[in-house]
């Protein structure tokens, strides 16, 4: 669970601009805050079923983009070259600040 | 136009697999094969200005991902950091294939 939790987590990061804003408060409430389904059914005065849907279909949404995209296989494989370069250049001031911007870049 | 084109073509590139099959297939045979509209529609056996509203909606559509996820800007952004980082390494062969590898992860 916990590993789902850290893959949705990066994957909100990278495609929540694509979701609507609706979508997007659940995952937050969820997968962010922390909250229970019987909590964010509360706050939005829904049913604990309809926010569980919308969530369900909302992971679906992401792993599709994910599927199409590999934005976070991508960042993950430029995150390990980055740091091997790192290793390679503990030294090099320069380079490393240049590393540095590159691996905030994502 | 030429910059519209090549900017199309970067933009086709980063979010084609979010385009529909037709989509796709107009945007190829327009952007990257040179065909005329008339041509299109000859080839699809459909009118002029049907090819034409499909390619002014793909490319609203292209702009409105880039808009969201900023795929070719950030593309832009590392592209000349790699570059800076290549010319502070240029006798660094391991550092060099790695940044090399890095570039073509994209």
Redesign the interface.
Known sequence: MLEKTTRMNFLFDF?Q??LTPKQRSYMELYYLEDYSLGEIAEEYEISRQAVYDNIKRTEAMLEE?EY??L?FE?FQ??KQ??N??KE??KE?E??SR??S??EK??
């Open positions: 495609y601009s694509l983009y199409k995209l934005l991508k494989t430029r070259l980055i091997q370069c390679l250049v090099n320069p380079l240049l590393l911007e590159l870049l994502e």
